[in-house]
């Protein structure tokens, strides 16, 4: 996948320079890189089409298998105390760690921006309730506008656009480095909806022209 990214505070310098981060950078880098068109298409064929209209859940279980084969942790709790850290779901958990770099992978509705971006930021300072993990620095994986429309996501997801907009009202908020992840939509396809049996469900559609609109 191509991608864009934003630098708050720093981040990507940090990450492209400083020793401790340099080859969990590099592991980020060639996973995005990794996954494909056709990897997309393949997963979303094979476990997401009679379930799911957009491409959302493909690529989370892309990520996540991609991920994992790293040795990033999955769903890490973020403090120690039973109250928070055994709580369904997760509200209270990075969707993966590794090596002081909290990852959020962020395809949820537009509201919930905030909270996106201060997980990471709850993973990486002192806090009054126990910590089970400590980070330094937080990645926002979301999608761009046109992954949004190519991908047929739900019209409120919070976009890579959005998610800038957010950086300098909640500046001092924000108090550690995060670098925004946008992923770019597919080069070969997008998703069309349809509807069967009065379920609305996806349908690759194959782009052969890179210059046809996604709308």
């Not at 940090?14 to 298409?41: C, G, Q, T, Y």
């Not at 990486?124 to 126990?130: F, M, P, R």
């Not at 997801?157 to 995060?178: A, C």
């Amino acid at each position: 996948m191509e991608y864009k990214i934003h630098s708050h505070r720093n981040a990507l310098t940090i990450l492209e320079n400083e020793p401790e981060f340099r080859e969990a950078w590099e592991e980020v880098r060639h996973i995005l890189s990794k996954i494909s068109d056709d990897m997309m298409i393949e997963c979303y064929e094979e476990h997401f089409r009679s379930k799911n209209k957009s491409l959302s859940t493909t690529i989370n279980r892309l990520l996540k298998e991609e991920f994992e084969s790293f040795g990033w942790s999955g769903e890490s709790p973020i403090f120690q105390e039973p109250r928070y850290k055994d709580v369904k779901g997760d509200y209270w958990r990075l969707d993966f760690a590794k090596d002081d770099i909290s990852i959020e992978v962020a395809f949820n509705h537009s509201t919930v921006i905030a909270w996106n971006l201060l997980k990471p930021v709850l993973a990486s300072e002192l806090n009054h309730v126990q910590k089970a993990i400590q980070t330094k620095l937080g990645i926002v994986i979301c999608a761009t506008q046109d992954m949004k429309v190519a991908g047929n996501f739900d019209g409120a997801i919070g976009t890579y656009e959005k998610f800038i907009d957010h950086l300098r009202p909640l500046m001092n908020q924000l108090s550690v480095p995060l670098l925004i992840i946008g992923l770019e939509p597919p080069k070969s396809f997008r998703m069309s909806e349809v509807k069967e049996n009065g379920r609305k469900l996806g349908s690759i559609m194959r782009i052969y022209d890179d210059t046809v609109p996604y709308y």
